[in-house]
């Protein structure tokens, strides 16, 4: 309930803050998903929530736990995914560029995936090994070594030249960005994901590497089977006829140079919406907890006004006034679980003597949370009156 009533007074910049910590959650998650680390990501989100928790509860010792094994947890990351970690921060900057830079539209795809599709299949057909790589937007020089630079025009005689078994560059890959043949003889990281390669070669294992690193979509053929295999997005596919191989290539093109036209505002929400959905309530949770009830706030309490007990023979008679109003600054999760029981007014009379005292109040006679500053009193005096058990006391 505190969470909806907070969301009502946030501000624009706050809107703005929980929306970027929402894009970088998002994109960490997609991350994840992509490379398969969904269940180191689900450990660290536990250990994430109960951080939270124990902090909204002021829970210190699991706070304090939790914190150190964070700073554990992190160097582990980075050890254990130094190269992915790599590839992320680089496709944020390549982000960031594209959305300076206008979409740009691949011309001649249509042309791209006729001739594509006739020269695979003739090439399977007579059992020729074929290696093609089609850049998507990743970048692609740390996978990719060696080749020869070309720069050629997509065609059928082109790529048939370079992929017969007599050529110099047969056994590697071939690149196409666009409509262009920039290299071949490419060589390209190896999957260990044998389950996938079960009975495949090298050719298969250099496609689902490089597709296991990047967006590239990578076309192998066999030349012991004649079989056309495809490799994206980490997964490794044996197709059954030249219909599949057209409809993965549109769905390629369409994904990297989406027309404008047909593209909705509908297909981008549903895309990932599991992610989207996360991202933005650990953004808004994130927000709450760190920032929201970490702001300073004043709060106001009534205290009564307590005394120790008097030497014997002594009582009072006065005290004026019985309560006062105390006003401290903290944080506002410091608050959730203090009243006025956490919170105590003593007046010092442990050596009083008969009489009228005016006892000012202030931090030397009210404990409180350390967490808290109190601010002001209201009153700042008490006014008291001590007298003989039996007698009056002027």
């Given at each position: 309930?505190?969470?909806?009533?907070?969301?009502?007074?946030?501000?624009?910049?706050?809107?703005?803050?929980?929306?970027?910590?929402?894009?970088?959650?998002?994109?960490?998650?997609?991350?994840?998903?992509?490379?398969?680390?969904?269940?180191?990501?689900?450990?660290?989100?536990?250990?994430?929530?109960?951080?939270?928790?124990?902090?909204?509860?002021?829970?210190?010792?699991?706070?304090?736990?939790?914190?150190?094994?964070?700073?554990?947890?992190?160097?582990?990351?980075?050890?254990?995914?130094?190269?992915?970690?790599?590839?992320?921060?680089?496709?944020?900057a390549l982000w960031s560029i594209r959305q300076?830079?206008?979409?740009?539209?691949?011309?001649?795809?249509?042309?791209?995936?006729?001739?594509?599709?006739?020269?695979?299949?003739?090439?399977?057909?007579?059992?020729?090994?074929?290696?093609?790589?089609?850049?998507?937007?990743?970048?692609?020089?740390?996978?990719?070594?060696?080749?020869?630079?070309?720069?050629?025009?997509?065609?059928?005689?082109?790529?048939?030249?370079?992929?017969?078994?007599?050529?110099?560059?047969?056994?590697?890959?071939?690149?196409?960005e666009d409509n262009r043949v920039k290299q071949?003889?490419?060589?390209?990281?190896?999957?260990?994901?044998?389950?996938?390669?079960?009975?495949?070669?090298?050719?298969?294992?250099?496609?689902?590497?490089?597709?296991?690193?990047?967006?590239?979509?990578?076309?192998?053929?066999?030349?012991?089977?004649?079989?056309?295999?495809?490799?994206?997005?980490?997964?490794?596919?044996?197709?059954?006829?030249?219909?599949?191989?057209?409809?993965?290539?549109?769905?390629?093109?369409?994904?990297?140079?989406?027309?404008?036209?047909?593209?909705?505002?509908?297909?981008?929400?549903?895309?990932?919406?599991?992610?989207?959905?996360?991202?933005?309530?650990?953004?808004?949770?994130?927000?709450?907890?760190?920032?929201?009830?970490?702001?300073?706030?004043?709060?106001?309490?009534?205290?009564?006004?307590?005394?120790?007990?008097?030497?014997?023979?002594?009582?009072?008679?006065?005290?004026?006034?019985?309560?006062?109003?105390?006003?401290?600054?903290?944080?506002?999760?410091?608050?959730?679980?203090?009243?006025?029981?956490?919170?105590?007014?003593?007046?010092?009379?442990?050596?009083?003597?008969?009489?009228?005292?005016?006892?000012?109040?202030?931090?030397?006679?009210?404990?409180?949370?350390?967490?808290?500053?109190?601010?002001?009193?209201?009153?700042?005096?008490?006014?008291?009156?001590?007298?003989?058990?039996?007698?009056?006391?002027?």
């Amino acid at each position: 309930m505190d969470l909806f009533l907070s969301l009502k007074d946030i501000t624009f910049a706050e809107i703005v803050d929980i929306l970027l910590m929402a894009i970088l959650i998002y994109a960490v998650l997609v991350w994840f998903k992509r490379k398969k680390a969904v269940f180191v990501l689900t450990g660290i989100i536990i250990c994430g929530v109960f951080y939270l928790l124990a902090y909204q509860l002021n829970l210190f010792l699991i706070t304090y736990v939790l914190r150190a094994f964070f700073a554990v947890i992190l160097i582990a990351v980075i050890v254990i995914f130094r190269e992915e970690l790599r590839d992320l921060f680089e496709q944020i900057a390549l982000w960031s560029i594209r959305q300076g830079s206008k979409s740009r539209k691949f011309s001649g795809s249509l042309r791209n995936i006729e001739i594509l599709v006739r020269t695979v299949n003739d090439l399977a057909k007579e059992k020729v090994g074929v290696l093609i790589v089609l850049k998507g937007k990743n970048m692609l020089a740390r996978r990719m070594e060696g080749g020869i630079d070309l720069n050629g025009d997509l065609s059928e005689p082109l790529l048939k030249s370079l992929l017969d078994p007599h050529s110099e560059g047969h056994d590697g890959a071939i690149l196409i960005e666009d409509n262009r043949v920039k290299q071949f003889g490419c060589h390209l990281p190896l999957s260990k994901d044998f389950t996938q390669l079960k009975g495949k070669g090298t050719r298969h294992a250099a496609a689902l590497g490089l597709a296991e690193y990047t967006d590239a979509l990578c076309i192998a053929v066999s030349e012991e089977r004649g079989t056309i295999s495809v490799a994206y997005m980490g997964q490794l596919m044996t197709l059954t006829d030249s219909a599949q191989l057209t409809e993965l290539l549109e769905t390629f093109y369409n994904r990297i140079a989406p027309d404008p036209l047909k593209t909705s505002w509908r297909d981008a929400v549903k895309k990932n919406y599991w992610e989207k959905a996360i991202a933005i309530g650990l953004a808004v949770s994130l927000w709450f907890v760190l920032v929201h009830e970490s702001n300073l706030v004043h709060r106001t309490f009534i205290l009564p006004v307590e005394y120790p007990r008097l030497s014997p023979g002594l009582t009072v008679t006065e005290l004026a006034p019985k309560n006062i109003k105390a006003t401290f600054l903290g944080a506002r999760n410091s608050f959730h679980f203090i009243n006025e029981k956490n919170i105590r007014l003593t007046l010092p009379l442990i050596d009083a003597k008969p009489g009228i005292r005016t006892i000012p109040i202030g931090d030397n006679n009210i404990s409180y949370p350390k967490e808290m500053t109190l601010e002001k009193v209201e009153p700042d005096l008490v006014r008291v009156t001590i007298k003989i058990e039996g007698k009056e006391t002027q």
